[in-house]
């Protein structure tokens, strides 16, 4: 029997914005960023007479241009978003003081055991969580889709007092008040003007969604009890991976910046609102689960760029999600060299799910099913065999939207194979629900990610030799069946890490010589609070069935969950090193990371094929955060090596001076982005013999020796000059020089090494990716 009509939009719509990759939308562009660069006036009133002053060329009245304006960007940075035409905005766009005028865009949002892995953990002594003492005295903002306050993750017994630097609010709300902040939630905003100049008035009367800092969707409440959620006990989604949930900084304060929507996604305009906002407020650390897909946007056209940039200059951490994009090179996104940009990696937590075929055959898939179906079996049939009249028999196979015919579907498990043009489980669960299916086999590639199955539709996955096996079973049995069987948790038995699927990949498209991303983090199976919005909207919409208690667990996967743990990281080492810049806190994070899984082997990549992950794949490796406290050396750099490197980059001297506040006037000289002082070394184009510089700055012993050792890329000689650093008192930062040298006349693919400096305790291990290209490679004959 099909669900009644209301569970099945319902659902449709659940399952729709969980694969936030639909939520990107260029909206029909009416709103527009006018970007000026460094905060130029102290007072509000000089800053909206400021901005006035500039629409008065585009506007026949001061009202209309007042009218116009959404938000006054006046605190960490100059500019304004307003509603213009494309013409208004053109002419804008030459005025005096303006950087650049962005068209507004619409970005998407990219536990129980996952920091046991990390060994995150308060009981190892002189550990990272020990030390910092779980994090206190640092504020991670996060940029999401809001909180639910009432989580038993958001408790503040223990929390020390809000600290009087803070200058956040606690902004009210439809359903949210002061009330709802405490010591652990330390303040709380919403920004909407953006995505209202674009869409109008979001109708909350269905519950569905708040005008307030309240989490619909449960991706922000999730991502925030990632990074610094207290202790929770018994904590399961279902009852799978019950264990102690905790963040990974459960003493550090919480400030919540809602730029999200679960109807539409995170306008660019509300988000450069909230650094605006951040950066006023004194956050210390901000976690920013979202970004736009490729092409990617310059660096001072992207709004996480320009945020982030002045975020950083404040000495603010900002770390982003790389993007779900994988496996396919040069998808990754935030890759700016200021932003600390993490993809996702796998943990040891399996969960294996029996399948059993009505031949007494068993073949086991993975799934979140928790035996809604238990010990009946169903009947089984091939999407391609049921296609709808108009549907592409192929199509059919693969499950996309509206290709089954709901008459043959009606009560039945469908057995779907992914495809180029249907990546998706969750996609497949849409079609197949649609069409009154009862369950849901998903074949795919190797991923150890596990889509959640819907309230009232399980699904398992399995690998193409297990569906090619079950769709020869349908073919050869007049009439299949099927049931699964509970799913149960397994610990300690899978190989980890593994960098996901889904995690997007390197090199940069942007700038090829920054290398992106920076770290993996878990990403994968993550158990964290969220909202129970969802489930009782489902309840609500239900008709005389009975309903599951509200979710407020849930395992998620993507780079979106990745990123808080890296967050929650940083706020431990500012903890331990509150002097340390976001640079030098990055570098101690990278050139501690492993390459290595638990077992001693390289790190795998999951792809098509899988295969030993390189720094495209995961940057400087899987990171090791206890490791990170005592790194030796770190490579630091400030806002002006940042100013230069963008001076590189072509952007002219008015627009330079506007963003760092000062009058620059940039030169030209060779090889500045190779030579920006990043942990990591990306040169994607020697011809003949290049020189690279890196500054290391001694934050280990006093009096210190470090020898280097290079496991060289193939296809070209690396020699490091000087090989042996010298520290003493007086002699705290060195430079050295790395040559490489190409050895095949060829053009070749990037290749990867390591370059090392050791001093016998410390090993501080920084990767190279080298290309080789000819002079005349693309001469014409």
């Not at 660019?268 to 946007?297: E, M, Q």
């Not at 799913?487 to 942007?510: C, D, M, W, Y």
Request: net charge neutral; glycine share 10%; hydrophobic share 40%.
């Amino acid at each position: 029997m099909a669900p009644p009509s209301g569970i099945v939009s319902t659902l449709l719509l659940l399952l729709t914005l969980q694969s936030y990759g639909f939520l990107l939308s260029f909206a029909s562009t009416n709103v527009y960023i006018v970007y000026m660069g460094e905060r130029k006036y102290e007072e509000p009133e000089l800053v909206s007479e400021s901005n006035h002053e500039i629409l008065s060329y585009v506007f026949d009245s001061k009202e209309a241009a007042r009218e116009s304006i959404l938000y006054s960007y006046m605190h960490g940075f100059s500019g304004f978003a307003a509603v213009l035409t494309p013409s208004q905005a053109k002419l804008i766009a030459d005025v005096h003081g303006v950087v650049h005028v962005i068209p507004h865009r619409f970005l998407n949002l990219h536990t129980t055991r996952s920091w046991n892995f990390l060994q995150v953990d308060s009981h190892i002594r002189n550990g990272i969580q020990s030390r910092s003492q779980s994090g206190i005295g640092s504020i991670i903002g996060v940029m999401d889709t809001g909180i639910w306050p009432e989580s038993e993750s958001f408790r503040d017994e223990g929390m020390g007092d809000i600290p009087s630097r803070w200058r956040g609010i606690c902004q009210e709300g439809e359903k949210f008040n002061h009330s709802h902040c405490n010591r652990k939630i330390i303040g709380a905003r919403w920004y909407i003007k953006g995505y209202e100049a674009e869409f109008g008035k979001i109708n909350t009367s269905d519950g569905f969604e708040f005008l307030s800092p309240r989490d619909a969707s449960g991706h922000g409440t999730h991502t925030s009890s990632t990074a610094a959620g207290g202790y929770i006990e018994n904590a399961s989604f279902r009852g799978l991976a019950s264990g102690l949930a905790r963040g990974g900084a459960p003493s550090s304060w919480l400030a919540i910046y809602k730029v999200c929507w679960a109807t539409g996604g995170c306008s660019s305009a509300d988000l450069l609102a909230a650094f605006d906002d951040a950066i006023f407020d004194g956050v210390d650390v901000l976690s920013v689960s979202l970004g736009s897909p490729p092409p990617l946007s310059s660096y001072i056209e992207d709004v996480v760029s320009i945020g982030s940039f002045h975020a950083v200059a404040q000495g603010i951490s900002v770390v982003c999600s790389a993007g779900n994009s994988g496996p396919y090179s040069q998808t990754v996104i935030n890759s700016a060299p200021w932003i600390f940009t993490v993809a996702a990696s796998t943990i040891d937590r399996a969960f294996p799910t029996a399948i059993s075929l009505g031949n007494n055959q068993t073949v086991v898939g993975q799934g979140l099913y928790t035996g809604m179906h238990v010990n009946k079996f169903y009947p089984l049939v091939y999407g391609q065999d049921i296609a709808s009249i108009d549907a592409d028999e192929d199509s059919a196979g693969s499950c996309e939207s509206g290709t089954l015919n709901g008459t043959l579907a009606n009560g039945k498990f469908v057995l779907c194979f992914q495809s180029r043009s249907q990546r998706s489980s969750t996609a497949a669960m849409g079609t197949v629900l649609s069409a009154g299916g009862a369950g849901l086999i998903f074949a795919q590639f190797p991923s150890k990610d596990v889509s959640l199955s819907s309230g009232s539709l399980p699904c398992v996955q399995i690998d193409f030799a297990i569906g090619t096996y079950i769709l020869t079973y349908i073919g050869t049995t007049r009439n299949p069946l099927v049931k699964f069987n509970p799913t149960k948790t397994l610990l300690g038995q899978q190989i980890s890490p593994e960098v996901a699927f889904f995690s997007a990949r390197g090199p940069n498209s942007v700038s090829p010589s920054v290398l992106k991303p920076d770290i993996a983090a878990p990403g994968v199976n993550i158990l964290s609070s969220w909202s129970p919005a969802y489930s009782l909207l489902q309840s609500s919409t239900s008709a005389n069935q009975q309903q599951p208690s509200p979710v407020t667990f849930r395992i998620e996967s993507g780079t979106s969950m990745a990123c808080p743990h890296i967050s929650g990281i940083v706020a431990l080492l500012k903890a331990i090193h509150p002097t340390w810049s976001p640079a030098a806190i990055k570098s101690a994070l990278i050139t501690t990371a492993s390459i290595e899984d638990q077992y001693g082997q390289s790190i795998e990549a999951e792809g098509a094929p899988q295969k030993k992950a390189d720094p495209f794949d995961y940057g400087g490796g899987h990171v090791n955060p206890n490791k990170a406290i005592s790194p030796g050396l770190i490579y630091d750099i400030g806002t002006s090596d940042y100013i230069r490197f963008l001076c590189s980059m072509g952007y002219n001297n008015s627009a330079i001076s506007a963003v760092a506040g000062a009058s620059i006037a940039c030169y030209k000289s060779t090889n500045v982005q190779g030579n920006l002082n990043l942990p990591s070394i990306t040169v994607h184009e020697v011809k003949q013999r290049m020189t690279v510089s890196r500054t290391v700055t001694n934050v280990g012993p006093v009096n210190s020796i470090y020898i280097a050792r290079v496991q060289t890329p193939a296809g070209v000689s690396v020699r490091v000059k000087p090989s042996v650093l010298l520290f003493n008192s007086t002699v705290k930062k060195l430079e050295f020089k790395v040559v490489f040298r190409p050895l095949l006349k060829v053009a070749g693919r990037f290749s990867f090494g390591n370059l090392y400096w050791e001093d016998g305790f410390h090993v501080v291990r920084i990767p190279l990716a080298v290309r080789t290209v000819l002079d005349d490679f693309y001469a014409v004959t």
